[in-house]
């Protein structure tokens, strides 16, 4: 079987680490899966991109077509194409997807018009706000994929309340019987019925984070930061949402100012908030505010776990705070990780900094700690078992 991934984005490199991990864990006794991995180029810096390959183990991409820096639609535009041309000279049986970037819809596209299913990860993942660009390709990518691969119950339950599963979409055909240019499957007998799949595997994040903790424990110390347990708060800020918009920027980054006053704030600073802050000639937003560069995955999960708190406007990083046992605070006006809310691990307060505030004040471990909300850290095996209907 050959499978055909997509990855853009740095969230996406850390949930394909583990992927990648239970392919080559494989018992020889077992179907054989060759995995053929596709860089879009969306994240390209070498601390968003290249460092993760390394840390993480991933097998180097076969494939980068180095699209970044474009408009939502010149961006997936591009990558739609690339990526079709390397579907047509790949064959493969399957076209694998994660989350919701821009990578993700144009490969969930490409693939569909070429009639080669899709396995989605992570979806069935909701906000509710269509002024999110991730929400749009949340959506567009669920329709059209065959295999929806689900981190929570609640992203099982968003699917069925919206109608799925669809009939109809493609079956995986042999790769030796494709042809790139066919126009419609050409197997008359698919080895399954051509319907879509929803199967909760649980979170690939979550293997990571357990599969790496000790090595982030024992390898990285927080005197490199000159930092202390629990003696900060820590931050990340990125969304389309709250950096293009000034208004709410600069009120985030005020609130983040009144911290320091009583707790060092680490702000490891995302290329396009600092691309941001310069063209909105806000000199000052930064003042007091510990700064660093795009952090590797395994320092950031140490400044994770040592953290007291963490305040986010990532998706990625509300879970991790989760599974690091972290209070978060979320700089959004909604989440798809609704679980952490209700747990009361996490607090929504947007860009109010008043909310934010008062969030990071009262910000505390929950007393009524609940059972793990994404699984038994198995996700990926689980998913390379449905991938080869073993169940």
């Given at each position: 079987?050959?499978?055909?991934?997509?990855l853009?984005?740095?969230?996406?490199?850390?949930?394909?680490?583990?992927?990648?991990?239970?392919?080559?864990?494989?018992?020889?006794?077992?179907?054989?899966?060759?995995e053929?991995?596709?860089?879009?180029?969306?994240h390209?810096?070498a601390?968003?991109?290249?460092?993760?390959?390394?840390?993480?183990?991933?097998?180097?991409?076969?494939?980068?077509?180095h699209i970044?820096?474009?408009?939502?639609g010149?961006?997936?535009?591009?990558?739609l194409?690339?990526?079709?041309?390397?579907?047509?000279q790949?064959?493969?049986?399957?076209?694998?997807?994660?989350?919701?970037?821009n990578?993700?819809?144009?490969?969930?596209?490409?693939?569909?018009?070429?009639?080669?299913?899709?396995?989605?990860?992570?979806?069935?993942?909701?906000?509710?706000?269509?002024?999110?660009?991730?929400e749009?390709n949340?959506?567009?990518?669920?329709r059209v994929?065959?295999?929806?691969?689900?981190?929570?119950?609640?992203?099982?339950n968003?699917?069925a309340?919206?109608?799925?599963p669809?009939p109809?979409?493609?079956?995986?055909r042999?790769?030796?019987?494709a042809t790139?240019s066919?126009a419609?499957?050409?197997?008359?007998?698919?080895?399954?019925?051509?319907?879509?799949?929803?199967?909760?595997?649980?979170?690939?994040?979550?293997?990571?984070?357990r599969?790496?903790r000790?090595?982030v424990?024992?390898?990285i110390?927080?005197?490199?930061f000159?930092?202390?347990?629990?003696?900060?708060?820590?931050?990340t800020l990125?969304?389309q949402?709250?950096?293009?918009?000034?208004?709410r920027?600069?009120?985030?980054?005020?609130?983040?100012?009144e911290?320091t006053t009583?707790?060092?704030?680490?702000?490891?600073?995302?290329?396009?908030?600092r691309a941001?802050?310069?063209?909105q000639?806000?000199?000052?937003?930064?003042?007091?505010?510990?700064?660093l560069?795009?952090?590797?995955?395994?320092?950031m999960?140490r400044?994770q776990?040592?953290?007291?708190?963490i305040?986010?406007?990532?998706?990625?990083?509300?879970?991790?705070a989760?599974f690091?046992?972290?209070?978060?605070?979320?700089?959004?006006?909604?989440?798809?990780?609704?679980?952490?809310?209700?747990?009361g691990w996490n607090?929504l307060?947007?860009?109010?900094?008043?909310?934010?505030?008062n969030?990071w004040h009262?910000?505390?471990?929950p007393s009524n700690?609940?059972?793990?909300?994404?699984?038994?850290?198995?996700?990926a095996a689980?998913?390379?078992?449905?991938?080869?209907?073993?169940s």
């Amino acid at each position: 079987m050959k499978l055909l991934t997509i990855l853009g984005a740095r969230p996406q490199f850390i949930k394909a680490a583990t992927v990648s991990r239970a392919i080559r864990a494989r018992s020889p006794e077992e179907p054989s899966i060759e995995e053929i991995i596709v860089h879009t180029g969306q994240h390209f810096d070498a601390n968003m991109s290249d460092v993760f390959f390394e840390q993480l183990d991933i097998p180097r991409p076969h494939h980068n077509l180095h699209i970044a820096g474009l408009s939502h639609g010149a961006m997936t535009g591009r990558m739609l194409e690339g990526i079709e041309t390397l579907i047509q000279q790949e064959r493969p049986d399957w076209v694998l997807i994660y989350g919701d970037t821009n990578s993700t819809l144009a490969g969930a596209l490409a693939a569909a018009k070429l009639q080669i299913p899709v396995a989605h990860v992570e979806a069935g993942l909701r906000s509710h706000n269509p002024a999110m660009p991730e929400e749009i390709n949340r959506v567009l990518t669920d329709r059209v994929s065959s295999l929806l691969l689900c981190p929570t119950e609640t992203a099982v339950n968003n699917l069925a309340r919206e109608g799925f599963p669809f009939p109809a979409t493609p079956a995986p055909r042999s790769a030796s019987r494709a042809t790139a240019s066919s126009a419609a499957p050409t197997d008359t007998a698919p080895r399954h019925p051509q319907h879509q799949r929803i199967v909760n595997i649980g979170d690939v994040m979550f293997d990571a984070v357990r599969y790496y903790r000790d090595r982030v424990q024992a390898e990285i110390s927080l005197d490199a930061f000159g930092l202390q347990h629990q003696g900060y708060a820590l931050c990340t800020l990125h969304r389309q949402e709250n950096t293009d918009d000034p208004a709410r920027l600069s009120a985030i980054l005020a609130a983040l100012r009144e911290i320091t006053t009583q707790q060092p704030l680490v702000l490891p600073l995302h290329p396009r908030t600092r691309a941001k802050l310069a063209q909105q000639r806000n000199t000052n937003a930064l003042d007091d505010l510990t700064i660093l560069d795009p952090v590797p995955y395994l320092e950031m999960q140490r400044l994770q776990m040592s953290a007291r708190v963490i305040l986010t406007d990532s998706g990625g990083m509300q879970k991790e705070a989760y599974f690091h046992r972290v209070p978060c605070i979320t700089l959004r006006d909604e989440t798809e990780w609704v679980e952490t809310v209700t747990a009361g691990w996490n607090q929504l307060v947007g860009a109010d900094g008043e909310r934010i505030l008062n969030a990071w004040h009262t910000a505390a471990v929950p007393s009524n700690q609940t059972e793990n909300l994404y699984g038994d850290g198995q996700a990926a095996a689980k998913f390379i078992d449905h991938l080869c209907w073993k169940s």
